[in-house]
């Protein structure tokens, strides 16, 4: 996946309004009344978001059907996911580490108390 | 900022630190403690700087064992001692460009001395190159752990 498509994925999934509508999607498709009715906001706000994640290509909108069903694109945040995974890994060897220090501070704060 | 439901890409890691919240706490928020940790192991961050109140920097170049620098920054959103923080981190390039950006978001909670850590980490920007760092960083931690396990070996 390039990676301006990435941080346009990124971009849409910084809304919880977008981030709710992708949770709803995630149990199966879905027209826009039906996933604008939880949100207290208008049904044209809803097709302003619903075209943010089209962009991303986080949704597919049916193109037959007259009610236009919306429809997760899974494939977007698996890619989106995979190119985190690195972060992820990293993260933990950093926490690994952090873990370790913070058990020799304690040793060392324990002796200098011990000192005192 | 509102919560978000945690969805994938986002990652989110648990662990139990043995060590009071307040401690660990401070190890996010302490330059002396960032620089003794912060990186996996084998890489060092002489230099971290932290200014933790919220739109504060912190500053966090990583040297790998080889010697290559990787340039790090961050900014402090969301202080509330010692429970959360929330806090971006950058990966920069030779020019001081953000080639990726993270929102992190730190929740302690202390249980019979032990702290449960969860860090939720959410993308927020991407370059083309960054891939390439992120794998060059990996493969540095990588091969330090290599080392490690031959050294122990012997």
Known sequence: MATDR???????????????ILARLALG?????ELAAPFSISLPAVTKHLKVLQQAG???????????????????????ADWMEPYRRIWEAK??????YLRVVQTHEHKESLDD | MTETT?????VLITRTIEA????????????????QWWGPEGFTTPDATADARPGGAMRLD???PDGTVFLGGGTYHEITPPERLVFSTTILDDAGGTLAEFRNTLTLVERDGKTELTLSIQGVYASP?????????????TSSLVCLAEYLAR
């Open chain 1, 95 to 100: 926490l690994d580490r952090l873990d370790d």
């Open chain 2, 20 to 35: 009071p919240r307040e401690l660990v706490f401070a190890a996010f928020t302490d330059a002396r403690h960032l620089a």
């Open chain 1, 29 to 33: 498709e879905s027209s826009v009344t």
């Open chain 1, 58 to 80: 986080l949704i597919t909108r049916g193109r037959h059907a007259q009610w236009r069903p919306c429809r997760i694109e899974a494939q977007t945040l698996r890619a989106a």
């Open chain 1, 6 to 20: 990435l941080s346009a994925t990124f971009g849409a999934l910084a809304d919880p309004t977008r981030r709710a």
């Open chain 2, 6 to 10: 945690p969805l994938p890409p986002d």
């Open chain 2, 129 to 141: 190159v960054v891939a390439h760092y992120l794998a060059d960083m990996e493969e540095g931690w």
């Open chain 2, 62 to 64: 990583m040297h790998s």
